[in-house]
């Protein structure tokens, strides 16, 4: 495919502009659905980290985790059936630091289990962004409907809920402030986890969208990231179209002189694959960069799974745009290929 | 003996709703060894009549033998193999490829052709090919920093460089000043002697006549001889 090389090497520009279309719509659409991941990951970090398995709901609650209390004998039963269960509760709230500083938190409280943090009476365990608020480990905090107070303990990475920071405190403390006994949720991890006849139950992804504002977000951030994807791809097309337009006198000359079709099209589907995957790597380049500068608070969390499947959309996108541009090469003479070119 | 006949073509353009019949019924045979003139007045028909049988454009109706076979009862396919292996064609503008060089147009027909010949054979015969079209000097350059006539001669290269065994020429020397025209004649004659080939070319230039085995002359569409 030297042919189609040294095309590019002679005319950069217009293959530099094609390119960079290509870049930036792909880094729009890279950065758009880093935000979107980064959001969801602020809204719900907490039940995203736990393994697949299944969340209960008391019946009662119609699918609301806040209106949800788990009978206590039927948790006991539970329990005892599936000794890897987890009960937890999460509830909004705030503390009060030594400067009487407010901060929003959402408090979660579980039985013994490995999926959440344990901690002891009166202390609490924060998610690390309450450290960059400058709270430290040793401080003292309190909250107005609990007549102790919590001595910090530690920081935990990367836990948020309802897009605030978690924070881990004892399940006596956490009954205490909202004055109920019973837990909120049930989680028993494992694909098998069985389904229970007093509770309703929910996969990973379901109770996701049980969290109120969670699919209004993901809903909203995905369909642009999707539209992107579509107008990026007609984009493509057109591009690539226009461009095998202006060149139509050209791959008349190569039919005439004989050129296979297989090989007009080979030269197109190179070029599409050089100048798609120049313009991916700089833009995947600059979006992983941009995780780095972008600014603190901006929710930001692109995973490379996410880039990787983008990428290949956008491959398959630019392939097609280039193969139906070909076609009206494929089935043109090769006079009036060259004739259409002096025009 | 004919290596190539043209019997009964005829073309129709239609533009919109006017059907014009440009070429009304040409019949014409090529002589292997024999450079055959097309002249006549322009509209004619004699570019139309060269591009059909060189297979850039479909008859309307009629019959092109070449090698016994109906070419225009071939597939697309099968008629560009020919124009690949058992034709060169010289265009009235010389249609070169922008960017490539002078001595990679040559080897591009050579690929296009599928020549077997190593890669050493190749550059070698490049290089002589060049030097038959005096443009040796000019081996890197790129088509947009050449005069038309040297343009020309790159285009005649390109057309014999994978030993055709017909030649197709629109009025190689259009472009041309007498003298150099002159040699570019001189090349065809010789050409079509040692290689052996079929020649039919178009031209304007009563000068070039002395250079060719046979004049047919084109009008309105029809051959008056
Ligand atoms: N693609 C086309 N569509 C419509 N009409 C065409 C087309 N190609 C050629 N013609 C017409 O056919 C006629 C013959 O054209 P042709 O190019 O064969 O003439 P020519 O004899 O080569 O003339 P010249 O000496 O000027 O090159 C002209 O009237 C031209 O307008
Ligand atoms: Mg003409």
Redesign the interface.
């Given at each position: 495919m030297k042919?189609a090389w040294?095309?590019m090497?002679?005319?950069k520009t217009r293959f530099l502009i094609l390119g960079s279309i290509i870049f930036l719509v792909s880094f729009l659409t890279f950065i758009i659905s880093g935000l979107a991941n980064g959001l969801s990951q602020d809204n719900a970090a907490l039940i995203k980290k736990l393994p697949q398995g299944q969340f209960y709901l008391d019946k009662d609650a119609d699918k609301t985790y806040n209106l949800s209390k788990i009978d206590e004998g039927v948790q006991q039963q539970i329990f005892i059936d599936n000794p890897e269960a987890t009960a937890f509760s999460v509830q909004m709230g705030f503390v009060n630091d030594a400067e009487d500083k407010q901060h929003s938190l959402a408090f979660v409280t579980s039985t013994d289990s490995e999926l959440f943090e344990n901690v002891k009476e009166g202390e609490i365990v924060l998610d690390r962004s309450l450290q960059e608020d400058g709270i430290q480990v040793g401080d003292v905090l309190t909250n107005n409907q609990f007549s102790g107070e919590f001595v910090v303990k530690g920081f935990v990475d990367q836990q948020k809920y309802s897009h605030a920071p978690v924070a881990f405190i004892a399940m006596t403390n956490y009954q205490e402030m909202y004055r109920v006994m019973e837990m909120q949720t049930i989680f028993i991890p494992g694909k098998d986890a069985p389904t229970l006849s007093a509770l309703d139950s929910f996969s990973n992804k379901e109770f996701l969208h049980a969290i109120p504002s969670y699919s209004a977000e993901q809903m909203s951030l995905n369909m642009i990231v999707w539209f992107l994807v579509i107008i990026s791809g007609m984009l493509f097309a057109i591009f690539f179209y226009m461009m095998n337009v202006q060149k139509i006198g050209?791959y008349g000359?190569?039919?005439?002189?004989?050129?296979?079709?297989i090989?007009l099209f080979k030269m197109i589907w190179y070029q599409m694959l050089v100048i798609t995957a120049i313009s991916l790597v700089l833009s995947i380049a600059l979006s992983q960069a941009f995780s780095f500068v972008a600014p603190e608070g901006m929710p930001f969390h692109l995973t490379m799974d996410t880039v990787w499947m983008l990428s290949a959309v956008f491959m398959v996108v630019g392939f097609i745009g280039a193969t139906i541009s070909g076609f009206q090469v494929k089935n043109i003479?090769?006079?009036?290929a060259?004739q259409q070119g002096e025009m | 003996m004919s290596a190539f006949i043209i019997d009964e073509v005829k073309k129709t353009f239609s533009n919109g709703e006017i059907e014009e019949e440009i070429l009304k019924g040409v019949n014409l045979s090529l002589k292997e060894g024999e450079i055959t003139a097309l002249i006549g007045p322009s509209g004619s028909g004699k570019s139309t009549v060269l591009t059909i049988a060189a297979g850039l454009q479909k008859a309307s109706t009629g019959e092109i033998m070449f090698e016994g076979k109906d070419m225009t009862k071939m597939s697309q396919e099968e008629v560009r193999h020919i124009r690949a292996t058992d034709f060169g064609f010289v265009f009235q503008s010389s249609h070169l490829v922008p960017f490539l060089t002078v001595a990679e147009q040559l080897q591009l027909m050579l690929d296009v052709s599928e020549t077997k010949t190593s890669k050493k054979e190749q550059v070698k015969a490049i290089d002589e090919m060049l030097k038959l079209v005096e443009m040796e000097h000019r081996k890197e350059a790129y088509p947009s920093s050449l005069s038309g006539g040297e343009r020309q001669r790159v285009a005649i290269a390109r057309a014999i460089i994978h030993r055709p065994k017909i030649l197709f020429a629109d009025e190689p020397t259009a472009s041309l000043d007498t003298n150099r025209s002159k040699g570019v004649m001189e090349l065809l004659q010789e050409l079509t002697r040692t290689l052996n080939l079929t020649t039919l070319m178009v031209t304007h230039d009563e000068e070039m006549l002395p250079y060719v085995d046979r004049v047919i002359t084109m009008r309105d569409g029809y051959i008056v001889e």
């Open positions: 042919i040294k095309e090497k002679k005319n050209l000359i190569l039919k005439a002189i004989g050129m296979k079709t090989s003479e090769p006079l009036q060259i | -």
